[in-house]
């Protein structure tokens, strides 16, 4: 059924005989396919069945960001409500291939660093009214996950509903940290796999992939997403040279300290937001790939714990969570 109504998608936008390649999956519900004419031409398909996935938010964010000129995926072809779009190709040459190719980390960090100090410049004259808040009941219900997905159903830890109350009263006592630097536009998915070295002039030759999910959020989330990247481990060199390249272009951080502490703060709601949702790939949907990344992702949120801003975070770790539990989930979880 969705095959043949991609088909006939793909032939109403001009691709009916070309090629269909899939690509690899994402941790959503969404499907990409490259698409090929006889000619050599070739574009992306992203199929979102609509009853899991709204592509419309894709579709405005991405006019938004072209409108920076910043290269994202032109939008050549949409059926919205059946949820196909037909985009732009950027090619094969992600982050994570670039780096693995022996390209520069420098040179890689340091763009994707400078394209957040400008986008941090950006006002937001209409975008409020058309990206949704990155609010704290948001937030917090993301921090959740870590309870409900990983402690619960990954690593089958017993945690009472009190005890899940008082993690959720920690961080509602640390996330008004978070809120220093201003709001801007956060991408939330700003990482090696999700960006691209493409061969144009300044920041355009950062491509940008997967931003559906934007919010208007404190300034800090996009820069920890980037250097705080549970998929790899990153030099510290390179993050201080990033660090460093991000103040000199941003005068407007008057307090570096607090800039920090919410980078810090929003880097440890993460890490456990992203521990609930990849212990859920796995028990919901068999997909364990994301588990490799485990240790690193309590490595990072650890580290970040360290801030007397997170106090109320790192009690309720170390009184709920022994470290026999702070560990991979077997493939499929263990239910408390």
């Known amino acids: ?13 001009g691709w009916g005989s070309a090629v269909e390649t899939a690509l690899v999956a994402d941790a959503s519900f969404r499907r990409y396919f ?8 070739t574009a992306i398909l992203m199929d979102a069945p609509p009853d899991k996935e709204d592509v419309r938010p894709f579709v405005t964010v991405g006019e938004i960001l072209s409108g920076f000129g910043y290269s994202v995926p032109r939008l050549s072809a949409a059926d919205e409500g059946a949820g196909f779009l ?3 190709d950027l090619g094969d040459a992600t982050y994570t291939r670039a780096l693995a190719a022996g390209q520069d980390e420098h040179t890689l960090y340091d763009l994707a660093t400078d394209l957040l100090a400008d986008l941090a410049k950006r006002g937001l004259d209409d975008i409020a009214e058309r990206v949704p808040a990155y609010s704290d009941e948001k937030l917090l219900r993301e921090a959740l996950l870590f309870v409900d997905w990983y402690l619960r159903s990954g690593v089958g830890l017993r945690i009472d509903d009190l005890a899940r109350d008082a993690f959720a009263d ?10 220093y630097g201003g709001e801007v536009l956060v991408l939330r998915d700003y990482h090696v796999d999700n960006l691209m070295l493409l061969d144009r002039p300044g920041i355009a030759a950062c491509g940008l992939l997967d931003f559906q999910d934007a919010v208007v959020g404190p300034a800090s989330y996009d820069l920890v997403s980037l250097l705080q990247d549970c998929r ?3 030099p510290p060199a390179v993050i201080r040279s990033a660090m460093d390249r991000y103040f000199s272009a941003m005068p407007e951080i008057q307090d ?19 521990l609930g949702i990849f212990a859920r790939q796995t028990v919901l949907y068999g997909n364990h790939g994301y588990l490799e990344h485990i240790p690193r992702l309590w490595r990072l ?13 790192r009690e309720w770790i170390e009184k709920h969570v022994p470290e026999a539990y702070r560990v991979t989930p077997p493939p499929g979880g263990r239910a408390a």
Do not use: T
Request: net charge positive; aromatic share 8%.
């Open 34 to 41: 490259r698409l090929q004419r006889e000619d050599g031409q």
């Open 170 to 179: 920690a961080w509602r006592a640390c996330l008004p940290a978070a809120r």
């Open 301 to 313: 949120a650890l580290g970040n714990l360290s801030d007397e801003a997170l106090a109320p975070i």
């Open 86 to 88: 037909l985009l732009e």
């Open 232 to 234: 790899r481990d990153i």
């Open 256 to 274: 570096r300290d607090a800039f920090l502490r919410s980078y810090r703060v929003l880097g440890a709601q993460r890490h456990f937001k992203v």
């Open 1 to 13: 059924m969705r095959a043949a109504q991609r088909q006939a998608f793909r032939q109403d936008a």
